[in-house]
T-cell receptor, first 113, second 113 residues
Framework: GQQVMQIPQYQHVQEGEDFTTYCNSS?????IQWYKQRPGGHPVFLIQ?????EVKKQKRLTFQFGEAKKNSSLHITATQTTDVGTYFC?????????????FGAGTQVVVTP | EAQVTQNPRYLITVTGKKLTVTCSQN?????MSWYRQDPGLGLRQIYY???????DKGDVPEGYKVSRKEKRNFPLILESPSPNQTSLYFC????????????FGEGSRLTVL
């Protein structure tokens, strides 16, 4: 079953505001990947974090991997309408096969102009 | 252009009528995987293949079959579809699984009546 949890499930944001979505696992992850799926589209890879405490930035997006490698966050500053979509985190558990990438249920982001 | 191609993109069928969803990638990727996406459940892995002739179950393999006779193709077979297999299906590939990013196909929306 799914062991990677994402919160919140839905996020309504006013354009220009910041928001954060969280990804939590009950077990230690080898890595965490983030994907974005636009409405009607397919998931597209955004970034991967591997090291404990790692922080990476992509323009207005900041990704963080927790010290214990059990959680991750995606923070978006000054939200724009182009940020609309569903954001998924995914990771491999350290005890699991390298083939079994576990996805969270996603955070659906709606941006109000 | 590097891509993962799925067919058909849309299909309406009836219970019990065998169907195959094809998936082909042109990136010489070793790893391929099938996911189904349902509202509130995110992406759940059905089967994956680390390389040719090697396949393994994901989290929700019941009612599905796969084969990997060639590197580029990874068809998903529903021998006797049932209404609970109505879903959006995604095929994905990567260089080698593990720490590699996944490239997704456009998706196949299947309705079983």
């Amino acid at each position: 079953g799914q062991q990677v949890m994402q919160i919140p499930q839905y996020q309504h944001v006013q354009e220009g505001e910041d928001f954060t979505t969280y990804c939590n696992s009950s077990t230690t992850l080898s890595n965490i990947q983030w994907y974005k799926q636009r409405p009607g589209g397919h998931p597209v890879f955004l970034i991967q974090l591997v090291k404990s405490g790692e922080v990476k930035k992509q323009k207005r997006l900041t990704f963080q991997f927790g010290e214990a490698k059990k959680n991750s966050s995606l923070h978006i500053t000054a939200t724009q309408t182009t940020d609309v979509g569903t954001y998924f985190c995914a990771g491999y558990e350290t005890t699991d096969s390298w083939g079994k990438l576990q996805f969270g249920a996603g955070t659906q982001v709606v941006v109000t102009p | 252009e590097a891509q993962v191609t799925q067919n058909p993109r849309y299909l309406i069928t009836v219970t019990g009528k065998k169907l195959t969803v094809t998936c082909s990638q042109n990136m010489n990727h070793e790893y391929m995987s099938w996911y189904r996406q349902d509202p509130g459940l995110g992406l759940r892995q059905i089967y994956y293949s680390m390389n040719v002739e090697v396949t393994d179950k994901g989290d929700v393999p019941e009612g599905y079959k796969v084969s990997r006779k060639e590197k580029r193709n990874f068809p998903l077979i529903l021998e006797s579809p049932s209404p609970n297999q109505t879903s959006l299906y995604f095929c994905a590939s990567s260089l080698s699984g593990g720490f590699r990013e996944l490239f997704f196909g456009e998706g196949s929306r299947l309705t079983v009546l």
